[in-house]
């Protein structure tokens, strides 16, 4: 904006909006998010300053993960909208925030958003790989077999967690079968228990309680155990 002065002098006076994007492109986040902040809504260039200050966010949050500030990364890196075309990149970088703060499930979550047209794809699966481990390694220690197992035969050879997955993997393999064996007495046995009762009962009323007993047992224990379910059939005489 151009002004005269009392005395003729020409003086020049930059609006905020200038100001603020010119300190972004010399890297002058801080800079820039503060001038760009001072245009108001309604002014004619405010929709512009509202998506360079997202900009400016998106790139101190890059400043923040070099300098290992991975939750002040994160927090900058959410504000990123899904019409924003580095928004895939922000889920990566969100992803591999989380990572690095060990938080497993958090950091799998925003690495699954990544969609295979992202230049982040690769990377991202990379990354998924070792989150996967990691919390198939949790699943491994809190003895559920099942899960460990399904997370870590999606380890790959390739990944440097491979050959510890492997014998991870032989070890739940050999727990499970240790488990199911145990489950599969205990459901034989009451299964069993059940008939016995069926066959030597002599009120039909009393019959049919057992039978009504023995499928909501059955469902339930198999539920328990995510098996299948078939109703236990009795045959009356």
Same mark, same amino acid.
């Given at each position: 904006v151009i002004i005269i002065g009392a005395w003729g002098y020409f003086f020049l006076l930059v609006a905020p909006y200038e100001k603020g994007k010119e300190? $972004? #492109?010399?890297?002058?986040?801080e800079e820039a998010i503060s001038f760009l902040s001072e245009v108001k809504k309604g002014e004619r260039r405010y929709t512009k300053a509202q998506s360079l200050i997202v900009e400016a966010k998106f790139e101190k949050g890059k400043e923040a993960f070099r300098q290992s500030k991975y939750e002040e990364a994160i927090?900058?890196?959410?504000?990123?909208?899904?019409?924003?075309?580095?928004?895939? #990149?922000?889920? @990566?970088?969100?992803? /591999?925030? @989380? $990572? /690095?703060? +060990?938080?497993? /499930?958090?950091a799998k979550k925003y690495l699954e958003k990544v969609e295979i047209n992202s230049k982040d794809y690769q990377e991202a699966q990379v990354t998924l790989?070792?989150? /996967?481990?990691?919390?198939?390694?949790?699943? @491994? +220690?809190?003895?559920?077999w099942n899960e460990a197992m399904r997370l870590l035969s999606e380890v790959t050879p390739n990944s440097q967690n491979y050959d510890s997955a492997q014998e991870i993997l032989k070890d739940a393999g050999v727990e499970?079968?240790?488990?199911? !064996? !145990?489950?599969?007495?205990?459901?034989?046995?009451?299964?069993?228990?059940?008939?016995?009762? @069926?066959?030597t009962e002599k009120n039909e009323i009393k019959k049919s309680n057992v039978f009504v007993e023995a499928n909501k047992w059955t469902g339930q224990f198999a539920k328990s155990m995510d098996w299948k379910l078939w109703n236990w059939e009795g045959k009356i005489k």
């Open positions: 300190a $972004f #492109e010399q890297g002058k986040y927090s900058l890196f959410l504000l990123t909208k899904p019409e924003r075309k580095n928004y895939q #990149e922000a889920q @990566y970088r969100i992803g /591999n925030s @989380y $990572f /690095n703060l +060990e938080a497993w /499930n958090d790989e070792s989150v /996967n481990y990691h919390i198939g390694i949790k699943a @491994y +220690e809190k003895r559920n499970s079968i240790k488990v199911a !064996k !145990k489950d599969q007495k205990e459901f034989e046995t009451q299964r069993f228990e059940f008939s016995q009762q @069926y066959a």
